[in-house]
């Protein structure tokens, strides 16, 4: 079974640009989270979706958005960026329930120049 | 709220030697523990997750342990190999929101050939 999948693995965007991360589930896995990783704060969690519904947002500027397709893929977006939004972002999913692990991607390595 | 801590932030040892991390968190309210390994500039792998019922999880050569009453995990790594260096950290889900965790800031370990 193939795991998570994000694309793409690196992307260099200008301060003010706006862009987008793809994330395709484990096959089954309903819910999807994402989370920014920063040497200085670590991992932060940013929002979650289960059946194409944001549950849970993190503390993060509107800036930060995203969605869930029917088929379970999602994408993030981040417009107007700023240096320091320069971070990996992680794309993890679950199969369901409060006791199930979450399993991540490789990662979107984000650089705001 | 709730915080995760990892101590020692980084730790280097020979080959060969048993060693063990250690994560500490602040409310003993929680469903599981997840441990996860991190390559530099890669995702996170899930090693093991031990539900708040559970003493204890092996696989392979790594064994957790977790002690809710005093805020208390252990990653114990048998026989530790070079292949083994990387970084480990622990997470625990928020009661509330399941899918959301909190990341400890993780320990960077080293095994030396």
């Known amino acids: 079974k193939a795991g998570v999948t994000q694309t793409p693995r690196y992307l260099i965007k200008t301060r003010g640009q706006q862009v987008t991360l793809s994330c395709s589930p484990i096959?089954?896995?309903?819910?999807v989270s994402w989370y920014q990783q920063t040497p200085g704060q670590g991992l932060q969690f940013l929002f979650e979706?289960?059946?194409?519904?944001?549950?849970n947002k993190g503390n993060f500027p509107g800036r930060f958005s995203g969605r869930q397709f029917s088929n379970s893929r999602s994408e993030m977006n981040v417009s107007t960026l700023e240096l320091g939004d320069s971070a990996l972002y992680l794309c993890?999913?679950?199969?369901?329930?409060?006791?199930?692990?979450?399993?991540f991607g490789n990662g979107t390595r984000l650089t705001v120049t | 709220k709730q915080e995760v801590t990892q101590i020692p932030a980084a730790l280097s040892v020979p080959e060969g030697e048993n060693l063990v991390l250690n994560c500490s968190f602040t409310?003993?309210?929680?469903?599981?523990l997840q441990w996860f390994r991190q390559d530099p500039g890669k995702g996170l792998t899930s090693l093991l997750l031990?539900?708040?019922?559970?003493r204890e999880q092996t696989s392979g050569r790594l064994n957790a342990s977790l002690d809710k009453s005093s805020g208390r995990s252990t990653l114990y790594i048998a026989a530790s190999q070079p292949g083994d260096s990387a970084t480990y950290l622990c997470?625990?889900?928020?009661?509330?929101?399941?899918?959301?965790?909190?990341f400890g800031s993780g320990t960077r370990l080293l095994v030396r050939p």
């Open positions: 997470a625990v889900p928020l009661m509330d929101s399941s899918y959301k965790l909190i």
């Open positions: 409310d003993s309210a929680i469903y599981n």
């Open positions: 993890a999913s679950r199969q369901g329930g409060d006791n199930s692990p979450l399993h």
């Open positions: 979706y289960f059946s194409e519904t944001q549950r």
């Open positions: 031990i539900q708040s019922s559970q």
């Open positions: 096959s089954g896995h309903r819910s």
